[in-house]
């Protein structure tokens, strides 16, 4: 069975950063894409942004410019990077893996970390 373990949130002031990490673990076949959501209180949960396996990215207009998404194979871990954070940013940020395991192709989630940043 596939897990993901999330890491990295926490409370921060506007303009600084934070770095978040999502990590996979169990019989992983292959990894098609990586990214982040985020949900806001009183939100719908929104893309924040991906990665593909062949590297490509994709950011929401609202971050481009000040996440970096990026992934390492080897440790089947995505990371992002958030600088110039802003409080909108404020939310709860969950990891997904578009993966294929023993029980064939499958969208898994991590369990959310939360992000705050402070005015």
């Known amino acids: 069975q596939v897990q993901l373990v999330e890491s990295g949130g926490g409370l921060v002031q506007a303009g600084g950063s934070l770095r978040l990490s999502c990590t996979a673990s169990?019989?992983?076949?292959?990894?098609?894409?990586m990214g982040w959501y985020r949900q806001a209180p009183g939100k719908q949960r929104e893309l924040v942004a991906t990665?593909?396996?062949?590297?490509?990215?994709n950011y929401a207009d609202s971050v481009k410019g000040r996440f970096t998404i990026s992934r390492d194979n080897a440790e089947n871990t995505v990371y992002l990077q958030m600088d110039s954070l802003k409080p909108e940013d404020t939310a709860v940020y969950y990891c997904?893996?578009?993966?294929?395991?023993?029980?064939?192709?499958?969208?898994?989630w991590g369990q959310g970390t939360q992000v705050t940043v402070s005015s």
């Open positions: 169990g019989v992983i076949f292959r990894i098609n894409a």
């Open positions: 997904y893996f578009d993966l294929v395991a023993i029980k064939g192709p499958k969208l898994e």
């Open positions: 990665i593909t396996s062949g590297i490509s990215t």
